[in-house]
């Protein structure tokens, strides 16, 4: 569980941008967003395969 304290007299904007920092810098977002919907393994597979590559160049 993501957690923010806040700071004494800090504004509450602060905190929520601060925990929605934290939040995408952890993936949380995006994993929710994709676990929306059931996704058939088969379409897993495809999205990964259109998933750019990394290459390296010697």
Do not use: C, W, Y
Not at 5 to 11: A, D, V
């Amino acid at each position: 569980m993501i957690e923010v304290r806040m700071k004494k007299g800090e504004q509450i904007d602060r905190a929520l941008r601060r925990l929605k920092k934290k939040l995408d810098r952890e993936g949380v977002l995006k994993e929710i967003r994709n676990r929306r919907h059931f996704e058939k393994p088969s379409e897993k597979r495809r999205r990964a395969e259109r998933r750019p590559r990394m290459t390296t160049t010697d």
